[in-house]
């Protein structure tokens, strides 16, 4: 992580979904993960979670020290505030407003453009998702022109890994 935050206009913004990157069955970090269940009014049903402490210490730390700009990216947005206080992040802001907020592969298109308003804005891009993420081709070959953006597809049963935040933090220390 950088020794002093960046610019607002030089740090990535990640798009962070929820299921399958953070809230996973088989987290690892080489510790247990920790679990709850969490109230969603726009569901009216409670869901089980399960994260490992370690990958939100390191979110946290990124953005808290101003490496990056974590936003919700994920069909959690009406409820992320139950998340952060559960998680103990700060207020963080929502790519996604659809109300009401499609669910699977309904969303992906909201995701993806999402992504394209990050690109857009002149920023660099970080996108953590574990379906919504498009594979090879013309989509992601936009996204990712001229090294402006780096795409974490996780294995959705054991979300983020350690290895995949020493990729995040080394593209936010890279010059932009």
Excluded at 50 to 70: M, T
Excluded at 72 to 77: L, V
């Amino acid at each position: 992580m950088p020794s002093h935050p960046l610019s607002h206009a030089h740090r990535p913004v990640w798009l962070l979904d929820v299921d399958g990157v953070v809230n996973a069955d088989r987290p690892g970090w080489s510790a247990p993960p920790r679990r709850s269940t969490v109230w969603s009014d726009t569901d009216q049903v409670s869901y089980r979670i399960r994260w490992a402490p370690a990958l939100l210490d390191r979110i946290r730390c990124l953005h808290v020290g101003g490496a990056v700009e974590v936003r919700w990216c994920s069909t959690w947005c009406p409820d992320a505030h139950r998340l952060e206080r559960l998680w103990r992040l700060p207020p963080l802001a929502s790519a996604l407003d659809a109300d009401p907020m499609p669910r699977g592969a309904d969303c992906w298109p909201l995701k993806r453009a999402a992504a394209a308003r990050v690109l857009a804005e002149g920023r660099r891009l970080v996108w953590t998702d574990d379906e919504a993420i498009p594979g090879p081709g013309t989509v992601r070959d936009g996204l990712c022109r001229e090294g402006r953006a780096l795409l974490i597809a996780p294995r959705s049963r054991q979300g983020l890994q350690p290895a995949d935040l020493d990729l995040i933090e080394s593209f936010a220390a890279a010059p932009a």
